[in-house]
């Protein structure tokens, strides 16, 4: 695969290494109109690509001797300030000090710690992000656990309960496989969503390919925006459906209900909250919600629900029990 393969490949690894990627192959030599485009999109696809690339250039201007950059935002160079430039050096050479780059950046920010093969959850309200060895990324969301076994030949992670959104980094010879209830969820270098209800498993992709296998036999093959569920006993994997627009809301913080009925709201609610809220009458449940509350401030929504709608509150040793008004 060339240069420009990997640069130009959807199933790229994390936004570090592209940063590092272009950092080096900028310094190999003078950009061609191409190169200076495709820089720029890069720049502009994800936030993230632009802190990235500024975090490792900060670090490299302070390494000594090693001056001469590829500023952001207009792709320029200067000369070294000790005569050493970058055509003194074999590609290998300047690859493995960029690694060291984004090394010493990783020992001065925390940004790049990895996690080790194990168990790992998060309580109600509470949500980790998960640098795996392999440069995987798992955001774990809030009652969520997970066990993580990376081998030679395989990347095996249990998804137990709970909700997780995995950013693959790619390697062919080592499959990632997350299983959760009684399917598979296989990929090689993808984004991709889990999420383990009681009901049920749903897998929602929204980068590269994924194939979702379950016991019963069934497989499908999954695109990018597509999503599938299927039974806890790995049963009715169902059709292919699209992914809802605000099916990862809760990685920026926010939880999103339109025109959701209220034993729905409630259920989601009690992701986040260590305080449970019960229905107790019945016939409340077709009432609906629609709204954008942070995550952080969810413990405050039980107290506004009876200024939304027609519902009162009763504080029990259980939790809070959603009534009809007197």
Request: glycine fraction near 10%.
């Amino acid at each position: 695969m060339s240069s420009d393969d990997v640069f130009n490949s959807p199933q790229l690894p994390s936004a570090q290494e592209q940063a590092a990627e272009w950092f080096i192959r900028l310094r190999d030599k003078l950009p061609s109109e191409e190169e200076r485009c495709a820089f720029e999109q890069w720049l502009a696809a994800d936030p993230r690509n632009r802190e990235e690339y500024q975090a490792i250039q900060g670090v490299w201007q302070e390494l000594d001797g090693l001056r001469d950059t590829v500023s952001v935002g207009g792709i320029g160079r200067t000369a070294a300030t000790r005569g050493v430039g970058p055509r003194n050096h074999g590609r290998g050479a300047w690859r493995a000090v960029a690694v060291a780059a984004v090394l010493v950046l990783s020992l001065l920010t925390g940004w790049f710690a990895l996690y080790d093969p194990g168990s790992y959850q998060t309580a109600k309200g509470e949500q980790q992000t998960l640098r795996l060895a392999d440069h995987s990324v798992v955001h774990l969301n809030s009652d969520s656990a997970l066990r993580v076994e990376l081998a030679t030949g395989r990347r095996t992670l249990h998804l137990q309960r709970g909700e997780a959104y995995f950013e693959v980094a790619h390697d062919p010879a080592r499959p990632f496989v997350v299983v959760a209830g009684g399917g598979t969820t296989r990929a090689i270098g993808t984004r991709f969503n889990v999420y383990r209800q009681p009901s049920g498993v749903r897998v929602s992709v929204m980068e590269g390919r994924v194939e979702v296998a379950v016991g019963s036999g069934g497989k499908k093959l999954l695109n990018a925006g597509e999503t599938v569920s299927y039974g806890n006993d790995g049963s009715a994997l169902s059709p292919i459906g699209h992914n809802d627009n605000d099916l990862l809301d809760w990685l920026d913080g926010r939880i999103h209900f339109e025109a959701t009925p209220l034993n729905e709201v409630v259920e989601q609610l009690n992701r986040y909250q260590k305080t449970p809220l019960r229905i107790a009458d019945p016939s409340l449940n077709h009432l609906e919600l629609s709204g954008t509350f942070s995550i952080a401030n969810l413990q405050e929504l039980p107290q506004l629900l009876p200024r939304m709608l027609p519902v009162s509150l009763e504080h029990t040793e259980d939790g809070v029990l959603l009534l009809r008004p007197n």
